[in-house]
């Protein structure tokens, strides 16, 4: 699992991705839990996205489909108001992205908790 803590790596995320390994991912890590919303920018295969809160317990999941690529003509602020909104809905920490159909595979759920020292983890993003 790549992780994501920087900035930079948040909003680029997995976005120019035409595949990702079955057995792998991003994590993305936050300073302070928040309310989120991803959006699949520039990303070239459907991705299972987890909004976890502090101590790593799923609050809510989707399978974001791929998008549209920014059409030509096409300003940045009208590319992103097109792409679809999935919202963590609940004060989120941590977002893990892996590829489409893995927590269908886990039967992962809302609810659950998934193992990773939370400690450690927020330790990074500062």
């Not at 930079?8 to 079955?22: H, N, Q």
């Not at 893995?102 to 330790?123: H, R, Y």
Request: glycine share 10%; with cysteine.
């Amino acid at each position: 699992i790549e992780l994501a803590y920087e900035p930079e790596a948040i909003v680029k995320g997995m976005g120019g991705r035409t595949s990702i390994d079955p057995r792998g991912g991003m994590l993305f890590i936050f300073p302070t839990p928040g309310y989120r919303q991803f959006v699949m920018r520039d990303c070239l295969t459907p991705i299972d996205i987890a909004f976890l809160d502090s101590r790593g317990v799923v609050l809510s999941t989707y399978t974001m489909e791929v998008e549209d690529p920014q059409r030509e003509g096409e300003d940045a602020m009208a590319y992103e108001r097109r792409l679809t909104k999935y919202p963590s809905r609940y004060r989120a920490l941590f977002v893990l992205e892996t590829a489409a159909g893995t927590w269908d595979a886990l039967g992962v759920e809302e609810g659950d908790q998934i193992g990773f020292n939370v400690e450690v983890l927020k330790k990074l993003a500062r």
